[in-house]
Structures are given as C-alpha cells and as structure tokens.
T-cell receptor, first 112, second 114 residues
C-alpha cells in the first residue's frame, strides 16, 4: 500500500546546529516530494519540494536530498533558529492514484 | 495567507449531529482536497475534487461526504458525529488534478464533538 515513514518523531537541537529529518516511501514510481512546516495551531505551509529528476535542492538554510534507488528523501535545516521550531511533514505523490501521502510528522524544538 | 479560505474557524457540536464545513480555493485553482488532522496525528487525506468531479478518495468514512460546486468552492458534510470525529479539518487547493503541483492549505476548521 501507499506508505511514507518519517523519522525521528521528535528532534531537539541547539540553536545554530543542524536538523535532519528522513523519510522513506514505498512506491518506486513516486516523482514528487514536498515538505510542509506546521506551527502550532496553524496551517501546513510548503517550505520546499523536490521532483525525481533532481537529487538535491536548496533554498537558503533548507535543503532536500532524494535517493530514488533507496526510496528515501531527507530535509536538512542548517543554522537552526528558534523560529524553526514546528512540526515538519514529508509527503510523497503515489502515481497509482495521484494521492499525496504524508509522513506522521517530526516535532522539531530549537533550544536557545 | 495562502488564499484558501475555510469557514467556520471553530465548530462545537454534539454527538449525532450533522455539520458542514466550507472551503474556497485560491483563485484559479481547480482542485480541492480535504484532510483530517486529529490530535498529535498527521494529515489524513479524505477526498479530492477537480473542477466539480470527485477525483480521488482516501480513508473517508461513509458518514462523511463532500462536493464541489460550479463556483469551485467545496463543502465537507459530516453526519452522525462521534467523539472521535473531533479534529482539525483542512482543505487545500491546487491548480491541476494530478497531485504533483503545490497544495496550498487553508487555515482549517477545528471541530469539537461533545
């Protein structure tokens, strides 16, 4: 079935350190992988996405890497700041039904 | 602000009742998606509409139904409500139907069933 696993479920980092969240997916044909950030009580917001024709994408302090062979992708946040504290969700598009399946989320806490 | 609007913001009702949640997509978006987010849970896909037609279905209960109107706004109807239906309900919209373009989320409707 369609499955996206996300690890870790919680992550605490010191301000200025890096945070890494990893996701694996089950459908080798998936070709679209967005990451959403959700602050407490607010809507999920897209922060970065990657398509299967590239292996890495960067946007300032955020980067995503994709390994299609291993069917996993990761979010990297460098020089973390307190405002990076939120729940982060990965997702993968499953082409059999074009549905976006989300991981269970990672609660990131940046300690000042 | 994503451009997606949802009403109401909060809804408190009793078990057995029926409620309707409303979503207006971003201007130009033809697809509307509905998600359920229970406490400390991820986003569970319920259903998608594209230009008025049902496009994809997730784990949506039979007590729940949805539709998309000619003006592209969508409504999610929840009936015979149970305590476990208490959750945040988000709608999202995107331009096309294929799911491979960005989904923009609305602010959500928090449903509390007492």
């Amino acid at each position: 079935g369609e499955n996206v696993e996300q690890h870790p479920s919680t992550l605490s980092v010191q301000e200025g350190d890096s945070a890494v969240i990893k996701c694996t997916y089950s459908d080798s044909a998936s070709n679209y992988f967005p990451w959403y950030k959700q602050e407490l009580g607010k809507r999920p917001q897209l922060i970065i996405d990657i398509r299967s024709n590239v292996g890495e994408k960067k946007d300032q302090r955020i980067a995503v890497t994709l390994n299609k062979t291993a069917k996993h992708f990761s979010l990297h946040i460098t020089e973390t700041q307190p405002e990076d504290s939120a729940v982060y969700f990965c997702a993968a598009l499953f082409l059999n039904d074009y549905k976006l399946s989300f991981g269970a989320g990672t609660t990131v806490t940046v300690r000042a | 602000d994503s451009g997606v609007t949802q009403t109401p913001k909060h809804l408190i009702t009793a078990t057995g009742q029926r409620v309707t949640l409303r979503c207006s997509p971003r201007s130009g978006d033809l697809s509307v998606y509905w998600y359920q987010q229970s406490l400390d849970q991820g986003l569970q896909f319920l259903i998608q509409y594209y230009n008025g037609e049902e496009r994809a279905k997730g784990n949506i209960l039979e007590r729940f139904s949805a539709q998309q109107f000619p003006d592209l706004h969508s409504e999610l109807n929840l009936s015979s409500l149970e305590l476990g239906d208490s959750a945040l309900y988000f709608c999202a919209s995107s331009v096309v139907a294929g799911g491979g373009d960005t989904q923009y989320f609305g602010p959500g409707t928090r449903l509390t069933v007492l």
